[in-house]
């Protein structure tokens, strides 16, 4: 950046001394005329990034984009990772004066404000997180919905768990504490005292106007504090942002959710998915209408929930719409017409949007009454039907008063008029008229002095620089008139004005001037009524966003014919004709084959599933987890019948990765998140494993998976799916009572095999590798040579007894040694 000096004019000087109170990473569009301009490195930058033209004023790069457009080049360099600060100009410019300008606002990824750059169906969230002894602290804000929420966790594991659900666009961390999270990638290290408790509580306080931060519940949670005063900070004075529309602070639940750490999330595509979001359980799930629903859906997907009462109550409501078809369709027509309510009263809120914001909030508020109508029918017999009904709030007075207020077609910008109807400001309307009533009369004026000069060319016109002129071309010239008075001499034609059309001039051009200023006063005390409602517009927003997800529930029971899952507290789990919920919609043309499942506490509470590649091993463990998960949302699931013991956690070890980032193999990634695993189960939660141990030497694999096996059979109690091509596993089921062994049917015909998709108890007789490897196109004399070397290990090998080892499980009965004898994994030195 080039420094000050006393070359620089004025304008390049006030631009610079703002550039220097910013920080390195953000752009300055600059506002001259009808563009935002920037320059020196900003503008070599942009115009790389954003595709401009980069030129030169006096040496300086410098290059800009037009004001009514600048909406779409933010989103763009947002996204390429700059923050955008916006300097306005203040008041009219005056020729000769440099323009008053002000740095308005600075445009981060999390504080993107046009609802065309932003994703409906997800959660724009700026994140904080601070550490207070040992507690680990988090803060949430959702500026685009108003949504400010904390929470606490008592370890970094746990805190970045959460973070990965609620994938922040921004991760703020104190500059104090650079080191702090090493399992978190901060965007931005912020000023380590907007972090203090002692500084954020008052902070909080005074913004919430209380005396006390326990009415949220949250007054003892001081690095929760912490985080959500620096958060609130990093909003107000480096952002410069209204916050306003922030008006509570709510604890985000971690007590009754059930946890999904990112790697199970990642390997059960909840949300995402390799193939497209089509292929992920939100994408199957999903026929919401509004983009709270769709926000909110997602949300219920990555937190499921273990309180058995409030799964029991979305069900009903689920149960209770199939069970009215015409009203559910009705319903559903009354959603399609809600906007994104949380976004738009909430960017009104802040003094931002034009009128057709305005509209669509109160057309979406108008729908309100048909939608609480329909939800009354409903809710009898329906306690959770009848809470959403009760949230509903009564906005007809506001509908009306926008109604009443609104153009039929409100232009986008705000200052140029036309957004007020006739007939809503007596004022408005006669300086309409005024205006309207002078144009008229220039048109008369021009037909009259067209018979008073006999020019029948002559033309009445008008441009910004010299208002109203009578224009006469050059061969008319003789004809003119003495009075009027010469204005402007052009090539072809002269232009005049009179004094009468000077008077009439001053009438027109105030009525319009005055006109648009009226409108836009208007405009903003309509605005400023949204406020008083927000409150109220943002829990019936919530109402009708759990009405959505319940209703998309419903529909998609009904089109797939899923059934109401039986939920307790046991440790059971019983699927009969289970289904994969994605595979099963995007599959054309081929029928899914359904699988029944039973787990319980004796004799099938550790399932040991073989079969070959291909088969659908890693398809069934998956597809019983997202059944569960399901039926943790409130969802109806893919079964011919269900019944489901509840869990606390889900977790879902799958595939082979590695993280180079980070200098971990694939077999470490797979230990570590196996590690993870075995350290958080509990005898409540559910373990899918596919192929632990498959990133290492063949023994070494065996030994780690055997003994992952065993210690989540005797130490943890979990109910775990366990999918895996080391055969010997199988023999668990001779020492440990719980475990038992399933396989997925093949037949083999003429050294081919095909595939039947069915899960049967019982071992698998070989892995069919050889067979597999042919029907994914191995070439021939490979697939022969692999053959004969199969055959010369299998007559070669020599199987060498195990040593025996007692296993006592605690609280059992003392067993015979014969019962309690296992496989050892290594043999005497002297075999």
Known sequence: MAAQDSSLSPMMDQYLRMK???????????????????????????????????????????????????????????????????????????????????????????????????????????????????????????????????????????????????????????????????????????????????????VLEAHFQVHSLEGFGCAGLRAALGAAGAVLHYLKHQLRRSTEHLRKLALRPTEGVVLIDAASQRNLDLVDARGGAKFSLLGALDGTSSPMGA?????????????????????????????????????????????????????????????????????????????????????????????????????????????????????????????????????????????????????????RERAATGIDSLKIRFNNVFGYYIEVTRANYAKVPEHYHRKQTLANAERFVTEELKRMEGTILGADERSRQLEYELFCALREEVKGFLDAIQVSADALAEADVLLAFAESAQRHGYCRPELDCSRNLSIVNGRHPVIEQVQQGVPFVPNDSLMDEE??????????????????????????????????????????????????????????????????????????ILNNATERSLVILDEIGRGTATFDGLSIAWAVAEHLHDELGSRTLFATHYHELVDLVHTHPA????????????????????????????????????????????????????????????????????????????AREAEVTQLELLWDEEE
């Open 295 to 447: 926000r909110k859906l997602r949300d219920w997907v990555l937190h499921p929930v273990a309180d058995v009462d409030v799964l029991r109550g979305r069900q009903d409501a689920v149960e209770r719409f199939l069970g009215e078809p015409f009203l559910m369709s009705k319903l559903r027509d009354s959603l399609k017409g809600v906007r994104d309510l949380e976004r738009l009263s909430s960017k009104l809120a802040q003094g931002a949007g034009n009128a057709r914001d305005l509209m669509a909030l109160g057309c979406s508020l108008g729908q309100v009454p048909a939608v609480e109508a329909d939800l009354y029918v409903l809710a009898e017999g329906c306690p959770k039907l009848g809470d959403l009904c009760g949230r509903l709030g009564d906005f007809a007075g506001l509908v009306e008063l926008l109604a009443g207020a609104l153009a039929d077609e409100p232009p986008v910008t705000i200052k140029e008029g036309g957004m007020i109807r006739d007939g809503y400001s007596a004022e408005l309307d006669e300086l309409r008229l005024a205006s309207r009533d002078g144009k008229a009369w220039l048109a008369e004026m021009e037909a």
């Open 603 to 676: 004799g099938n509470r550790v399932l040991i599933l073989t079969g070959p590649n291909m088969a659908g091993k890693s398809t069934y463990i998956r597809q019983v987890a997202l059944i569960v998960l399901m039926a943790q949302i409130g969802s109806f699931v893919p079964a011919e019948s269900a019944r489901i013991g509840v869990v606390d956690r889900i977790f879902c070890r799958v595939g082979a990765s590695d993280d180079l980032a980070r200098g971990q193999s694939t077999f470490m990634v797979e230990m570590s998140e196996t590690a993870m």
């Open 20 to 202: 220097q109170g910013l920080p390195e990473d953000v752009w300055l569009f600059f506002r001259l005329g009808d563009f935002y301009e920037m320059f020196f490195e900003d503008a070599v930058e942009a115009s790389a990034v954003l595709g401009l033209t980069l030129t030169k004023r006096h040496t300086v790069p410098m290059c800009g984009v037009p004001f009514h457009s600048v909406e779409g080049y933010i989103g763009q360099a947002v996204k390429a990772g700059k923050r955008v600060a916006i300097a306005e100009q203040k008041g009219t410019p005056v020729p000769g004066k440099l323009v008053e300008r002000e740095l308005v606002q600075v445009v981060s990824a999390g504080t993107l404000a046009d609802l065309a750059l932003l994703n409906e169906a997800e959660h724009n969230y700026i994140v904080a997180v601070f550490r207070e002894k040992s507690a680990w602290g988090l803060a949430c804000v959702d500026h685009t919905t108003g949504e400010f929420s904390v929470a606490e966790f008592g370890s970094q594991e746990a805190l970045a768990e959460e973070v990965s659900r609620v994938a922040p666009r921004e991760l703020l961390v104190s500059d104090e504490q650079r080191d702090s999270f090493p399992l978190l990638r901060p965007t931005l290290f912020y000023d380590g005292y907007a972090f203090l408790p002692g500084a954020a509580v008052p």
């Open 739 to 814: 475990v038992s062994n399933w396989h997925v049917e093949v037949r083999e015909w003429k050294d081919e095999i095909v595939f039947l998709r069915k899960v049967l108890p019982g071992p698998a007789d070989k892995s069919y590798g050889i067979q597999v490897a042919r029907l994914a196109g191995m070439p021939e004399s490979i697939v022969s040579r692999a053959k004969e070397i199969l055959t010369h290990l299998e007559m070669s090998s020599t199987r060498r007894e195990p040593k025996a080892r007692k296993r006592q499980k605690p609280g059992m009965p003392v």
